[in-house]
């Protein structure tokens, strides 16, 4: 883990950014306390707070109004998921 202030990392970013790709960086501040830098990948999903909010009311508007598709009894994930596909 690298620790850094945010006056070193303000003068050194690429350094740091390059250092956050195999290493902890944690930036601290006397006066907004401490972050750790993490690299964003392709599998990370980004999504604002409002977006998250519509789909989840979204979706519980659908399961209200029944537009829901079940598991048959019996049926296993992977054949609920091949049935969903076709």
Do not use: C
């Not at 980004?46 to 009894?73: C, P, R, W």
């Amino acid at each position: 883990m690298v620790v850094v202030s945010s006056r070193e990392f303000r003068a050194n970013q690429r350094k740091y950014f390059d250092l956050a790709r195999s290493n902890d960086v944690v930036i601290t501040s006397r006066s907004y306390g401490s972050y750790r830098l993490v690299p964003i990948s392709e599998q990370d999903i980004l999504i604002d707070k409002s977006t998250l909010d519509a789909k989840i009311a979204q979706g519980i508007a659908d399961y209200q109004a029944g537009k829901v598709h079940k598991m048959k009894k019996g049926e296993s994930s992977k054949e609920f998921l091949t049935r969903l596909i076709k």
